[in-house]
């Protein structure tokens, strides 16, 4: 079992920037991958940023690159969302996600809110 704790979130005007935090309870180091998901009311929930584990990797859809950019602390065990440049169409839920051993996401954190006014 993995159980992860997001935090960071908060109200940020546009422009603005926030960094997420995702603690988790096991050592990130033997955790394939860990990823960002976020969901905005109404719509389904979405992948924002995904990592491997020795942090040669990263993935991130396509309307938050270059603006945000994820990172994990294996000693920390702990993985970062810097968002940057922040639209209100990144307000959402955002989850930490955990791929332990390379066969899809299947922990997930109670989700932090990020809203972002214009």
């Known amino acids: 079992q993995v159980q992860l704790v997001e935090s960071g979130g908060g109200l940020v005007q546009t422009g603005g920037s926030l960094r997420l935090s995702c603690a988790a309870s096991?050592?990130?180091?033997?955790?394939?991958?860990m990823g960002w998901f976020r969901q905005a009311p109404g719509k389904e929930r979405e992948f924002v940023a995904a990592?491997?584990?020795?942090?040669?990797?990263?993935y991130y859809t396509d309307s938050v690159k270059g603006r945000f950019t994820i990172s994990r602390d294996n000693a920390k065990s702990t993985v970062y969302l810097q968002m940057n440049s922040l639209k209100p169409e990144d307000t959402a839920v955002y989850y930490c996600?955990?791929?332990?051993?390379?066969?899809?996401?299947?922990?997930w954190g109670q989700g932090t809110q990020v809203t972002v006014s214009s």
């Open positions: 990592i491997n584990w020795s942090a040669d990797s990263t």
């Open positions: 096991v050592r990130t180091l033997f955790i394939w991958r």
């Open positions: 996600a955990a791929d332990r051993t390379n066969h899809g996401f299947e922990y």
